[in-house]
């Protein structure tokens, strides 16, 4: 263990708390995805509102939820998110009007933008440069497997018992998350007495800034083409929801996998070159990706997302080890919200111009809108893999450079 760090009693349970509370985000987002048109029928009016509330209050409010992590340490920051998701689905859950349900929502996304960054810095704060790859690809991982149960719990949520229960569900997760972090989180530790959001003097470090745009650009990569995917099954290929949830599941399993032996490959070929194999990968599977749309083939779509999502999986955890590791353990809160931001930077950007390929219907569209979204995503890959060798051949940060931030 490195000096100073205060070695967590049961480090494989804590770690499972704290990619728990990373797994609710995706939950309560991808379970509520689907219950739009429910609310739009109770509602009445644009009821993708109650959704962007909360990932803009989530967004929003990341950087303060790291600076708070830094003044008042992780566990307690966890605590007080978990509580804050706990009552504000319970409210959202039995909102006696729109209002109240947007106000909720908005708790929610506070909630959540204490919750990711503290449970990142914990485990920087609980993990040594050894563990921590594994400890930070499977809080990745637990991301995309709850991306991948979300739909399915919401639509048999849905079915039963309607958008309120889409809500309540959230709390079970709340609570055992909490009695995870109240066993196993250990009370010290290290934080700084000041509570400022202090941007400027990380991204002066320059292993930690292009950690951010390969972050940026693999992730604006990833969102945009599933968004255009999603899209495409259903609207170009006139398949119904559920086929075409079916025909998509290879992008978040995918995605698993390659955050799952992103560890290894750091582990054979060392951080730099694992990065940069794995945004190759990425960059590969996305021209596959606009190969599949201009034969038209499902199975060769379903194929040609394997290799995407593999990459873009083991590059997010590759590209948050970097920049963890570029870091002090003193900026720990700040760091993880910078990086959790940019990834949320980087979905709405690829969401917004792949995405806009659909304003206009179809048949205006000269090629396969799948094709040209997927040759974009392959352009953000390439950036981004350029951006991989580029952050290889920086030298590590001086240790006096890393005490000045501290």
């Not at 566990?75 to 859950?93: D, P």
């Not at 609980?126 to 149960?149: C, K, M, Q």
């Not at 949520?157 to 997760?173: K, Q």
């Not at 930690?208 to 745009?213: D, K, M, S």
């Amino acid at each position: 263990m490195q000096r100073g760090m205060v070695r967590p009693p049961r480090p494989q349970l804590l770690l499972a708390a704290l990619s728990l509370c990373f797994a609710c985000v995706a939950l309560d987002n991808t379970k509520l995805v689907l219950a739009v048109p429910s609310l739009a029928q109770y509602w009445g009016g644009n009821a993708s509102w109650i959704v962007e509330t909360g990932l803009l209050a989530y967004g929003g409010l990341l950087l303060v939820g790291g600076a708070l992590v830094e003044r008042f340490g992780s566990r307690g920051t966890l605590l007080v998110g978990l509580c804050l998701f706990f009552f504000a689905s319970l409210g959202a859950a039995l909102a006696p009007s729109l209002g109240a349900l947007l106000g909720s929502r908005v708790l929610l996304g506070l909630g959540t933008a204490l919750m990711t960054p503290a449970s990142l810095a914990a485990i920087k704060q609980n993990f040594d440069e050894a563990e921590r790859p594994r400890a930070i690809a499977i809080w990745t991982a637990s991301f995309g497997a709850a991306a991948a149960l979300g739909p399915l719990l919401g639509g048999l949520l849905l079915e039963r018992w309607g958008w309120r229960a889409i809500f309540f569900s959230n709390t079970p997760f709340a609570v055992l998350g909490g009695l995870g972090i109240l066993a196993f989180a250990p009370h010290a530790q290290s934080h700084s007495h000041g509570s400022a959001i202090r941007v400027a003097p990380l991204l002066g470090m320059a292993r930690f800034r292009g950690a951010l745009w390969v972050i940026l650009l693999g992730y604006l990569a990833f969102s945009g083409l599933g968004f255009v995917v999603a899209q495409y099954l259903q609207r170009a290929r006139l398949h119904a929801p559920g086929m075409a949830s079916l025909l998509n599941l290879p992008l978040p399993l995918s995605m698993l996998t390659g955050t799952l032996l992103a560890p290894l490959s750091m582990q054979r070929w060392g951080s730099h070159q694992a990065l940069r194999a794995s945004q190759a990968l990425a960059c590969a599977g996305a021209l596959l990706v606009a190969l599949a749309s201009f034969y038209q083939s499902d199975l060769g779509l379903c194929a040609a997302l394997v290799p995407f999502a593999v990459g873009s999986g083991a590059t997010f955890a590759n590209a948050t080890e970097a920049a963890l590791g570029a870091i002090p353990e003193a900026r720990a809160g700040s760091a993880a919200a910078m990086s959790e931001a940019t990834f949320e930077l980087g979905g709405v950007i690829g969401i917004a111009l792949l995405g806009a390929l659909f304003e206009a219907p179809i048949g205006r569209v000269q090629a396969s809108p799948l094709g040209v979204g997927a040759s974009l995503a392959a352009l953000g890959a390439a950036g981004a893999l350029l951006l991989a060798l580029y952050c290889g051949t920086r030298p590590a940060p001086a240790e006096d450079s890393l005490k000045s931030l501290a």
